[in-house]
């Protein structure tokens, strides 16, 4: 039996009941989990900084000698694809005076000039070009290229770590998440526009995206009327997390013979959170929104990269009115929305109202994440 019918199945069967997935009891979390500094500060190091964190889909950078540029958490990016296909990401600042390599934020070349003194650079980070180097002196080539990050792609997904000279295992990370990964087939998507979305604090803006306990009060407009509140289907491979969330056609499926459902997941939206800062949601319709979320400088903010996403480039005006209807539709659920909401949580959080937060069994994917967390920087990281 498929994915989709199997977990079509186990949610008409919480519709039909009236349940949801559940944890095995509540968890409390105080609330300095999101106010302490320190706290935060060494939660970012190691969740952050020292393990994978996705950065990009293949689809951005899909064609050798494409390139792209983005600022992480104050680190400015280059992320490339060499003659041979491989991806690679360096820190984009030249190593002789600390410029930045490269202003443009995508593009298709195999060479990066540094505009203050001309010192260039291969798209596998090699310094291949030192202006006036008879008269400047000597330099040592092998060991003055880019500062390059492990990155690694997997299932359609860049993945990297921050932190110069530190390297990972995808596979042992993604273990048998990979799998559920690929099938949604990232790389096969258009990409249709892209934009960044400031929020409040980290955790608070991550709880947001883990939970349908709040969708039928504050999305009342925008996804509470095709989707089931409260019904939540939750499974997890490590620290990675998937759900499943029933739409309001779902009781149609009570009609029709399991064995006949032809497309099960037209009754369901399936949600792929890949730990800690990716969510994929693949919406039917030809449509899927993609966020990266990251943690500011300090617990209060967070920046959010959103991409949206078609099944094909648009083709004719109808095509384009229907992406562009789903991208709108998006913004206004995220920002106007769900980060509006959370804002007003970020402004409370030191009013004293509250010395912590009961996450209920109902919120089992919340639960999840903050347990996560708290392992992988018991661990100093991945």
Same mark, same amino acid.
């Given at each position: ?8 199945? *186990? ?7 009236g349940?949801?997935?559940?944890a095995?009891s ?11 500094e =320190? ?6 190091q190691a ?8 950065? =990009?889909?293949?689809?951005e ?5 494409? #390139? ?14 060499? *003659? ?5 990401? #360096? ?5 002789? *005076? ?12 195999? *060479? ?5 003194h ?5 798209n ?11 008269s ?5 080539r092998?060991t ?10 997997r ?7 921050l932190?110069?000279?530190?390297? #990972? ?21 258009h ?6 979305l400031p ?11 883990? &939970? ?6 504050? +999305?009342?407009? !925008?996804?509470?009327?095709? !989707? ?18 029933a ?9 029709? &013979?399991?064995?006949?459902? &032809? ?61 562009? !209807?789903?991208s ?29 937060f009961?996450?209920g ?8 994440? +903050?347990?996560?967390? =708290? ?8």
């Amino acid at each position: 039996m498929s994915d989709a019918r199997q977990l079509a199945q *186990r949610a008409l069967k919480h519709f039909n009941e009236g349940t949801t997935d559940r944890a095995p009891s509540q968890l409390t979390v105080p609330v300095s989990a999101y106010t302490d500094e =320190a706290q935060f500060q060494a939660e970012r190091q190691a969740v952050y900084f020292e393990s994978p964190i996705a950065i =990009a889909l293949s689809l951005e950078i899909p064609q050798p000698g494409d #390139f792209q540029t983005q600022t992480i958490m104050g680190v400015p990016l280059l992320i490339t694809r060499d *003659r041979d296909g491989l991806i690679h990401c #360096f820190i984009n600042v030249c190593r002789h *005076r600390g410029a930045k390599v490269c202003s443009a934020e995508k593009g298709h070349q195999s *060479r990066f000039s540094c505009p203050y003194h001309a010192w260039t650079y291969s798209n596998r980070g090699d310094l291949i070009g030192v202006y006036g180097e008879d008269s400047f002196g000597g330099v040592d080539r092998a060991t003055m290229g880019l500062t390059a990050l492990y990155c690694v792609e997997r299932a359609g997904v860049v993945f990297a770590c921050l932190t110069p000279g530190k390297s #990972f295992d995808i596979d042992s990370w993604l273990g048998g998440f990979a799998d559920k990964l690929a099938d949604q087939k990232l790389t096969d998507w258009h990409l249709y526009t892209e934009r960044w979305l400031p929020g409040a604090g980290w955790k608070a803006t991550l709880d947001g995206y883990l &939970e349908v306990y709040h969708h039928d009060s504050v +999305h009342g407009k !925008t996804v509470g009327p095709y !989707t089931v509140g409260n019904l939540l289907v939750h499974d997890t491979w490590g620290a990675h997390q998937r759900m499943v969330i029933a739409k309001k056609n779902i009781s149609e499926l009570n009609d029709i &013979e399991v064995d006949s459902w &032809e497309s099960p997941e037209s009754y369901i939206r399936v949600v792929h959170s890949v730990f800690p800062n990716l969510s994929i949601s693949a919406i039917l319709g030809g449509h899927c929104l993609i966020g990266f979320i990251y943690p500011g400088e300090t617990s209060t903010t967070t920046s959010t990269r959103q991409l949206i996403l078609s099944a094909t480039q648009p083709a004719s005006d109808e095509d384009s009115e229907a992406v562009e !209807t789903f991208s709108q539709m998006t913004l206004q659920a995220v920002r106007d929305e769900d980060y509006a909401l959370v804002a007003t949580i970020q402004d409370a959080l030191h009013s004293g109202a509250n010395d912590s937060f009961l996450i209920g069994r109902n919120e089992p994917a919340v639960q999840h994440y +903050h347990r996560a967390v =708290a392992s992988i920087s018991a661990a100093g990281g991945s």
